[in-house]
């Protein structure tokens, strides 16, 4: 993936799975041709769901908004996840496609703090979805795509974490709030990193490998001035690297040094990373993840949470280490690069 592209001054991206479709639209959308801003359709215009999924296909699926009209847009997907007669996998759509804006601006807006306030108000929608639909969490996996890397990971993560913490934690909507921003937040830092080397597919270097490194400590510092994000999710952005044995980053931090939720937010981000293509390796489905996972234990996960999402998680039930089972070849971390 290239550097995440900052829009033209004055506008915001937007996907146009984002846009609700046979109504007539509550703000002007705009297509980007020799670098300037055109206008596509006009405020008040329809656009047909086959025409929409005409655009998607062909590869027309990002779009502008002008900056001042980003109130309207908002609303329009919250009157979409609002609405009790939409369906929970159209929710789950706009939910993710929403998710999706906030992170393209956690990572290209100087300034953080009108964002994460928005993004609490994401994250809490996304926890009420899940705490009154039952088919919420299957629907939001579902919809797990397995390109433009770095956003949907971020809320993959955040959906991977909010399941397992409801799994671990039960059913308090502020524990699940903290698990859904603490997965959305944890690769923050990323965007003080050279995007280049964010997804340089050949091998790294031992300094290109410290700098990476370094995005925990860099997402540290681009929150800690933020007093809205509460202490737990700050630590999730810190500490998921760190390794159960002592063995993680930045700190070395063991076992219950390590916060409870970054013990999650480690699951999750491993997972995801995992079954999502990347530019140095390919996806690989959820039983041979939960393989792989297994080869880093013990040491690289709380046992007991690893225990739960592997019994949760797994498609085909849980793995169990058995003697005719083949865990994948022993892989370092280092080699998937994880993050
Ligand atoms: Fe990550
Ligand atoms: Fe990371």
């Known amino acids: 993936m290239s550097a995440p592209k900052k829009a033209?001054?004055?506008?915001?991206?937007?996907?146009?799975?984002?846009?609700?479709?046979?109504?007539?639209?509550?703000?002007?959308?705009?297509?980007?041709?020799?670098?300037?801003?055109?206008?596509?359709?006009?405020?008040?215009?329809?656009?047909?769901?086959?025409?929409?999924?005409?655009?998607?296909?062909?590869?027309?699926?990002?779009?502008?908004?002008?900056?001042?009209?980003?109130?309207?847009?908002?609303?329009?997907?919250?009157?979409?996840?609002?609405?009790?007669?939409?369906?929970?996998?159209?929710?789950?759509?706009?939910?993710?496609?929403?998710?999706?804006?906030?992170?393209?601006?956690?990572?290209?807006?100087?300034?953080?703090?009108?964002?994460?306030?928005?993004?609490?108000?994401?994250v809490e929608e996304m926890v009420s979805f899940v705490s009154t639909d039952v088919e919420a969490i299957t629907s939001l996996m579902r919809l797990s795509v397995h390109d433009y890397y770095t956003y949907n990971h971020c809320v993959d993560v955040a959906v991977y974490s909010i399941a397992l913490a409801k799994k671990i934690l039960g059913e308090d909507k502020k524990l699940l709030l903290l698990a859904g921003l603490g997965g959305l937040?944890?690769?923050i830092g990323k965007r003080k990193l050279n995007w280049d080397l964010i997804n340089k597919s050949s091998p790294l270097t031992q300094l290109e490998w410290e700098e990476i490194k370094r995005h925990p400590l860099y997402g540290k510092e681009s929150l800690e001035k933020i007093e809205a994000i509460p202490v737990d999710a700050k630590l999730a952005v810190v500490e998921h690297h760190e390794n159960f044995d002592g063995t993680g980053y930045p700190y070395g931090l063991k076992e219950e040094q390590i916060s409870r939720l970054s013990r999650i937010v480690t699951i999750a981000d491993v997972f995801d990373a995992l079954t999502t293509d990347r530019s140095y390796h390919k996806a690989v489905g959820p039983q041979e993840a939960l393989g792989t996972m297994y080869s880093m234990q013990p040491g690289k996960f709380d046992p007991m949470i690893f225990q739960s999402f592997n019994k949760n998680f797994a498609k085909k039930g849980p793995l169990k280490l058995?003697?005719?089972f083949d865990p994948c070849q022993p892989q370092s971390l280092d080699r998937f690069k994880v993050g």
């Not at 847009?73 to 804006?101: L, Q």
């Not at 300034?111 to 994460?116: N, Q």
């Open 8 to 122: 033209p001054k004055d506008f915001f991206e937007i996907r146009l799975r984002s846009v609700a479709t046979e109504i007539p639209l509550p703000f002007d959308l705009f297509l980007v041709v020799n670098g300037k801003p055109v206008l596509f359709r006009r405020r008040t215009d329809v656009i047909t769901e086959d025409r929409m999924k005409l655009l998607v296909r062909h590869g027309g699926e990002k779009f502008l908004v002008p900056e001042s009209q980003r109130i309207p847009y908002m609303k329009s997907i919250k009157d979409v996840i609002a609405n009790p007669s939409t369906p929970t996998d159209i929710k789950s759509r706009f939910i993710k496609e929403s998710a999706f804006v906030h992170v393209h601006d956690l990572f290209t807006k100087e300034d953080l703090s009108p964002v994460i306030s928005e993004t609490k108000s994401l």
């Open 322 to 324: 058995t003697a005719d």
């Open 185 to 187: 937040l944890h690769d």
